[in-house]
């Protein structure tokens, strides 16, 4: 079973809470639609564009205003046509995401504006808020107006768009926009959400971010998520038979408002145990606020089926990375807390060798001690040699101490050589790069066997090859999918043809 997502588990008590300066985009003077003017809100990079629209004007910025725009950046373009009806009937912003421009002299893609207001009160740190607004997409018009050094073309509005709100703990940025072409975040602005939002053209799509300050909130930035938005279209176009780039996108928003919940966020917090441990123990807070709440886990959006307190114990999993979350529920909330990462180590095992001893064909000559577990691991053979792999030439027993940050671990394989007429040659390692040569593992016959079986396993113990046929050889992969390079352990049968019949195991390595 899957978790539930963002958007179906974040039901909360909430109450509005005016905290924005001029929410509804008003201006201060009458019939100002353009790229500045609009009280209490600023754009902020003076490379990248905000606009601020008004019914006054038909929500139409004025040709001489896009002039002198076009002067300050290069990155400017007619606005889409504002979808109708405004939600508000007030004023509106207007905020770009371009796609990357071929040959520009700037190294970031993603060409994004941002509107920024300072708030009359802060957002306090580890509460819970929701930012609503409406989204606006607009189809392009048909307006092209030349402008010193370039042509000015329409933009329009893509599908589906990320949206994302940004805070900082001061208003020193807010009114002091700064050269910059890339998401705010690169500018010390703090993500606090993001929503994706799919909307049609020539309409408005509500949208909420839920979100939990990491630290006190004074001021804001609304604009584009910061992800790239690659444009699949034509870079350029031609009108008239002048030139215009076409990626650019823009969006408008509107309504924007706050909300506060009174109930504290679900915070999951990891209380003992690290990546070397046997388990681990992760605490929901703060537990007694949801005393009669539903609880749920989960690990890896997969739920944990009978971990519903507000303190579990996991025990340690395969190596590699778990993502633990929280559900909180009852008939008036659903919350998910934030996602906890625990990081499992490898651990060095004195079985890391395989088999405690294997006998060898002399035939067949030295043999590859594998001993690899992980890249991080430390290496040490008993005549003090540091690879992960060790060739034994002689009858003997091996060892080898395998260590990481964990801990450490010997391992030790006895190995016997013996005469063998078997007629037959198996080979202890192989290279499956399809280069024709070596590509493929399997025995070698002087005279082929009446019978014949061959498994192959891999060092959990899991067999991911066999075959009847002593001419099918083992090309490295189970289930279509290339298998890691080390070792694996093979077992043949076959009667010769004197009808004696023979069982050999062994080690390969795998070379890639």
């Known amino acids: ?20 300066n001029n929410p509804r985009l008003l201006a201060a003077a009458p019939c100002s639609s353009g790229f500045a003017g609009v009280p209490f809100w600023y754009p902020t990079s003076t490379e990248m ?42 004023g509106v912003l207007a905020i770009g995401d371009y796609g990357f421009k071929p040959g520009s002299i700037y190294v970031n893609p993603d060409y994004k504006s941002f509107a920024s207001t300072c708030l009359t009160q802060k957002l306090r740190k580890d509460s819970l808020y929701r930012f609503d607004f409406y989204a606006g997409f607009g189809v392009a ?7 010193p050094n370039q042509l000015l073309g329409p933009q329009f509005s893509t599908t589906p768009e990320t949206f994302g709100l940004f805070g900082r703990p001061d208003c020193s940025a807010v009114g002091n926009p700064i050269p910059l072409y890339s998401c705010v975040d690169r500018a010390g602005w703090i993500p606090l959400g993001e929503v994706t939002v799919k909307g049609s053209p020539g309409a408005w799509s509500k949208a909420s971010i839920l979100f939990t300050p990491p630290m006190d909130i004074a001021a804001i930035a609304v604009g584009p998520g910061c992800d790239t938005n690659f444009s699949s279209l034509p870079f350029s176009g031609t009108h008239n038979g002048q030139g215009y780039n076409t990626n650019r996108y823009a969006f408008f928003l509107d309504s924007l408002q706050f909300y506060g919940a009174d109930t504290p966020p679900p915070i999951v917090t990891l209380v003992s145990g690290d990546s070397c441990s046997s388990d681990v123990i992760l605490q929901m807070q ?37 993502t633990f979350r929280c559900t909180v529920s009852n008939d008036s909330l659903c919350l998910t807390s934030n996602p906890v990462l625990v990081m499992w180590t490898p651990l060095p095992a004195a079985a890391s060798l395989g088999a405690a001893d294997t006998t060898v064909c002399l035939e067949n000559g030295p043999v590859t001690l594998d001993a690899f577990i992980d890249s991080a691991f430390k290496y040490v053979w008993q005549d003090g040699s540091t690879n992960p792999w060790f060739k034994a030439t ?4 091996y060892t080898v101490t395998v260590s990481n940050g964990c801990g450490s671990a010997r391992a030790q394989k006895t190995v016997r050589f013996v005469a063998c007429d078997y007629n037959v040659y198996v080979p202890n390692a192989f290279t499956p790069n399809a280069d024709g040569n070596n590509d493929r593992f399997r025995p070698h016959f002087f005279n082929p066997p009446s019978h014949f079986s061959m ?3 891999n060092r959990g113990g899991q067999q991911i090859f066999s075959t009847t046929n ?12 290339r298998q890691p390079a080390g070792g694996y352990i093979w077992y043949i049968n076959f009667t010769d043809i004197f009808g004696k019949p023979h069982s050999l195991n062994g080690t390969l390595l795998l070379i890639r």
């Open 141 to 147: 018009g048909s307006e092209f107006l030349d402008v």
């Open 455 to 457: 498994q192959i396993f």
């Open 470 to 481: 002593p001419a099918t050889g083992w090309d490295g992969t189970f289930d279509n999918s």
């Open 394 to 397: 002689r009858d003997g027993t």
């Open 49 to 90: 564009l905000v606009g601020f629209l008004e019914p006054c004007t038909n929500y139409n910025i004025p040709d001489t205003t896009y002039i002198s725009g076009a002067v300050q950046t290069p990155q400017a373009g007619l606005l889409p046509v504002v979808p109708q009806p405004v939600p508000d009937g007030a």
């Open 1 to 20: 079973m899957k978790m539930q997502g963002q958007d179906s588990c974040h039901q909360v008590p909430l109450r509005p809470i005016f905290i924005l």
């Open 286 to 322: 703060p537990g007694a606020w949801y005393a009669a709440s539903s609880l749920q886990w989960y690990r890896n959006d997969s739920l944990l089926r009978g971990q519903q307190d507000s303190l579990i114990t996991v025990p340690r999993a395969n190596p590699g990375t778990d």
